[in-house]
């Protein structure tokens, strides 16, 4: 039986940049807490690790700030689109 293709829950979108949960397992059932992706296919060049980005400290409150830190680093740039190929 063919696997269904399922587009990953969307995090935000800031300045032309969506940003998608990555899942723990392959149900779709469970969110990594950290890691996020740019792409619907989840290809693992365009997932990052938000504790990686500039702001994130393991003092702040994650759900209330990784939303700003992502959003940061889509304005520098540190954070894009996938290349069209």
Same mark, same amino acid.
């Given at each position: 039986?063919?696997?269904?293709?399922?587009?990953? @829950?969307?995090?935000?979108?800031? @300045?032309?940049?969506?940003?998608?949960h990555t899942y723990v397992s392959e149900n779709f059932d469970e969110c990594s807490d950290y890691w996020y992706t740019t792409d619907v296919h989840e290809e693992p060049e365009n997932q990052f690790d938000v504790r990686g980005l500039p702001g994130w400290s393991k003092d702040i409150d994650?759900?209330?700030?990784?939303? @700003? !830190? !992502?959003?940061?680093?889509?304005d520098a740039g540190t954070v894009k689109m996938p290349e069209e190929g």
């Open positions: 039986m063919p696997l269904k293709q399922v587009e990953p @829950n969307l995090f935000l979108e800031h @300045n032309g940049v969506k940003v998608y994650h759900y209330e700030d990784t939303g @700003n !830190i !992502i959003r940061a680093a889509i």
